[in-house]
Nanobody, 115 residues
């Protein structure tokens, strides 16, 4: 079993920055593809960014150039650095771990960007 715990969310003004962290328990972190997803009120959950076990990162077009995903396998932690935040980035951000047939989710952390 893998547990994922997100932290770092909060309220920030437009143009501000936040750094989200997702700490994973268990032994599969280093071989898992990690991802950040978000869900705004009334909208479907969307993929924000992913990073493979080898460190290859991808981000959605809506956040490319502003958000950066990274991981520290020694700390079993994945990060999402968010710069240039916009009100439309307001959502619950959740961490995700995928390995083989298994997928695990964290409980999410709220990010609110004020205009």
């Amino acid at each position: 079993q893998v547990q994922l715990v997100e932290s770092g969310g909060g309220l920030v003004q437009t143009g501000g920055s936040l750094r989200l962290s997702c700490a994973a328990s268990g032994t599969i972190f280093s071989t898992s593809v990690m991802g950040w997803y978000r869900q705004a009120p009334g909208k479907q959950r969307e993929l924000v960014a992913t990073i493979t076990s080898g460190g290859t990162a991808n981000a959605s077009d809506s956040v490319k150039g502003r958000f950066t995903i990274s991981r520290d396998n020694a700390k079993n932690t994945v990060y999402l650095q968010m710069n240039g935040l916009k009100p439309e980035d307001t959502a619950v951000y959740s961490c995700n771990a995928k390995r083989g047939l298994f997928t695990f989710w964290g409980q999410g952390t709220q990010v609110t960007v004020s205009a």
